[in-house]
């Protein structure tokens, strides 16, 4: 188990290498479900309740360590550099990872700290342990390897109206711009939030999950050599991965979708385009 640091480096909490200073000897929270979001009304004048329950809570991940060195002051010193890292992420989240099971399933969160234990110490011995507990705004857990779907260009001529309806045929005024995913055989055991990168010249873009028909659309036009990415876990819209476009974004007709665990097709649409424009899909496998 470790945890990424500002400086691009990782504090271990846990390893499982001989002579290794820190062992985790409790975890809670890596695996299952988090807290159901409770939406529960009584029947009028009947027996039971209206359960409207969909969305989960956040994720809360316990890890309790010991921490043994050549001598005290260096199993603080230890400390000291785990405790440090664990504290800069109040402001700013960083990437737990942790392998899993002996198949070497590798997953990460995002999570800050919520509380971290005072030390134990075990007499004069070079001995500590902590506890602490991490939370993770994202309920569910990530494979560590990204897939990147590269899709087709579109390739036939624009043209026809575009209608606020959605209707159970698609009717596009484009060929091409089809990008297919695949999180099963990744992995995954429920759906994931993808990033879409979206490359121009384009206009008027849209992306579509062809399996349910809920669509991304975007306003104005991307350049050639620019790309628009869409972060549906965070909800952004950014040129070119870095620069706030969230202006861009279509709020009545779009929705961020999730891709589903079986295979699909995301499509790409426009209203004029050259042969550059396409769309990208970047995602991880999702666990619970």
């Known amino acids: 188990i470790t945890l990424a640091t500002a400086s691009g480096g990782t504090v271990t909490l846990h390893s499982t290498a001989i002579g290794a200073k820190t062992v985790a000897t409790r975890v809670e929270g890596f695996q299952g479900t988090p807290p159901i979001r409770a939406v529960i009304t009584d029947r009028s004048q009947a027996h039971g309740s209206y359960i409207r329950s969909k969305w989960t809570q956040h994720r809360s991940l316990t890890v309790e360590c010991e921490i043994l060195d050549s001598t005290i002051e260096a199993a603080m010193d230890t400390f000291d ?3 440090a890292a664990l504290y800069d992420t109040i402001d700013t989240p960083r990437t737990l990872k942790w392998t899993r099971d002996a198949a070497g399933q590798q997953l990460q969160a995002d999570v800050r700290l919520g509380e971290l234990q005072p030390l134990t110490f075990t007499g004069g011995a070079p001995f500590v342990t902590f506890q602490a507990t991490l ?12 897939t990147v779907s ?19 045929r698609s009717y596009d005024p484009s060929t091409g711009g089809t ?16 990033i879409i990168r979206i490359y121009g010249f384009c206009t008027a ?10 669509r991304i659309a975007l306003t104005g ?21 870095t620069v706030n476009r969230s202006n861009l974004l279509d709020v009545v007709n779009s929705t961020f979708f999730d891709l589903p665990i079986e295979s699909g097709n995301v499509q790409l649409l426009s209203s004029n385009f ?10 991880r496998p999702a666990f619970t």
Do not use: M, W
Not at 151 to 166: P, Q, R, V
């Open 274 to 283: 050259d042969s550059s424009a396409r769309a990208d899909l970047l995602f």
């Open 221 to 241: 036009q991307i350049e050639n050599g620019d790309f628009i990415e869409i972060d549906c876990a965070e909800r952004t819209v950014k040129l070119n991965g």
């Open 179 to 194: 990008v297919p995913y695949n999180t099963i055989t990744a992995g995954g055991s429920v759906p994931t939030p993808p």
């Open 150 to 168: 590269t899709g087709a260009a579109l390739t036939s001529g624009a043209g026809g109206k575009h209608y606020n309806y959605t209707y159970n």
């Open 81 to 83: 550099t785990i405790a």
């Open 135 to 146: 939370l993770a705004s994202d309920p569910r857990v990530y494979g560590q390897s990204q």
């Open 205 to 214: 873009p849209q992306v579509i999950l062809e399996s349910t028909g809920e």
